[in-house]
């Protein structure tokens, strides 16, 4: 059977509520638009501030990053022209025991000595 148990819950309640002014409504949303707005767009600038200031940040730590880069290019210059320095030494002393070697030699020809 129908009882009173039987409505649904819901039945009866939307003519309870109140008619909804639609200017009241725009004049609250206006409101509250112009009560939180000047903070959001406070909040904006602020946020785009900071980003803009990251970027600046970013690219000067690029820039840093690059010149140390540069450095240790340089330093393994300087360090291949020392090593290169050092095997050209090596290569002279090599070059004058050889010179020195060939006139003993000769010397030794000229003496009639035979090797």
Same mark, same amino acid.
């Not at 020392?82 to 006139?103: C, D, F, G, Q, T």
């Given at each position: 059977?129908?009882?009173?148990?039987?409505?649904?819950?819901?039945?009866?309640?939307?003519?309870?509520l *109140?008619?909804?002014?639609?200017?009241?409504? &725009?004049?609250?949303?206006?409101?509250?638009?112009?009560?939180?707005? *000047?903070?959001?767009?406070?909040?904006?600038?602020?946020?785009?501030?900071?980003?803009?200031?990251?970027?600046?940040?970013?690219?000067?730590?690029?820039?840093?990053?690059?010149?140390?880069?540069?450095? !240790?290019?340089?330093?393994?210059?300087?360090?291949?022209?020392? &090593?290169?320095?050092h095997?050209? !030494?090596?290569?002279?002393?090599?070059? !004058?025991?050889?010179?020195?070697?060939?006139?003993?030699?000769?010397?030794?020809?000229?003496?009639?000595?035979n090797?």
């Amino acid at each position: 059977g129908t009882g009173p148990n039987d409505a649904s819950p819901d039945e009866g309640v939307v003519d309870d509520l *109140p008619l909804i002014d639609e200017k009241a409504v &725009e004049q609250l949303t206006k409101g509250l638009i112009s009560y939180y707005l *000047p903070d959001l767009q406070q909040s904006k600038s602020a946020l785009q501030e900071l980003t803009q200031n990251q970027v600046v940040l970013l690219e000067t730590l690029e820039q840093e990053i690059s010149k140390f880069k540069e450095c !240790n290019w340089i330093l393994d210059i300087n360090a291949l022209f020392s &090593e290169a320095k050092h095997y050209h !030494n090596k290569l002279v002393n090599i070059r !004058n025991e050889m010179m020195m070697l060939h006139e003993k030699t000769s010397k030794l020809k000229v003496s009639g000595i035979n090797i």
